[in-house]
């Protein structure tokens, strides 16, 4: 991003100026595979006229596409929505909208970054046909592959995400990243690999790389859900359909979550006992880590992760500062959270 367009409002003051627009805002993601000539013009295209609706979100722009998680003041819904329709790279894109507002914003800024890639996905694009994807799954589609005894159905998504909510019975493998489970997929499946496969991820933009490199592995039948789970919710509402995904759909925005099942899947990370699958980033801004707490537990220890982020965050700043360089090691070194277990046989 050019530097006289950077942000320079500091976390909190963004979060002020934003709960002092109280303009009711609709919450989406987009995201396509699209070859970008120019990606400084296309950003410099997005970013003036995304700010000047009032746009909000993380938006990746690379040689290979666009992939946005962002919100749009609803009021300027029709100029934004003709405005994207008119980009020759986005002219019929589809949207991906939030299935539950909820009560905080869901971001604060507008950012526009250029990466090599859309999605971090370790991948060589170079040795296989990105473009030979599997065939996608509608909503009633996957119910029948999710019952079928025959078929095969792997969350595409990373541990903290399946950990508060995942298809019935589907193979959630305890990955941390991306990366990490295309390398590993391939392999763990191979007991499977003349079955029917259904892939599914938050939106469906992991599922289109990760389906024609299994097909590129050697599996003859993958498919994966379109409009990954935000859209699978959708279609379940409007054709009365059963819902077969249990807890909650994981967002990588600030409401960290969107309920699809009503059943609570996952257990408070600090006490180990209560049912929760509230996500909360640690207060301690040196810490930030992710982790499931409970009512009781996240009020007991201020919001966070442990009492130690506690003490650290209330000493001086500049003790803080001197901290923050040796924080990770300790980080490192602490036992980790205890988290609900996954099933991830193959
Ligand atoms: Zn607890
Ligand atoms: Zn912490």
Redesign the pocket.
Known sequence: MNNSRRDLRSRTQKRADIAADTRPRTTLSLYRYVHIDDTQEFQDRLYTAWADFGCLGRIYVASEGINAQMSVPTECWETFNSWVQSQPELQGVPYKLAVDEGSISSFFKLSIKIKDKIVADGLDDGSFDVTNTGDYLTAAEMNAYVDDPEAIVVDMRNNYESEVGHFTGAITPNVVTFRDELKKTPELLTVHKNKKIALYCTGGIRCEKASAWLKHNGFKHVRHLQGGIIDYAHQVQAQGLENKFRGKNFVFDERLGERVGNEVIATCHLCRKEPSDTHYH???Q????L?IGCDSCVEKKNG???F??RQ?DYLPLAHKKKLAKYFNEY?RKRKPFQKTRLSTKY
């Open positions: 640690c207060q301690n040196i810490c930030y880590t982790f966070y992760c442990s130690m982020c650290i980080v």
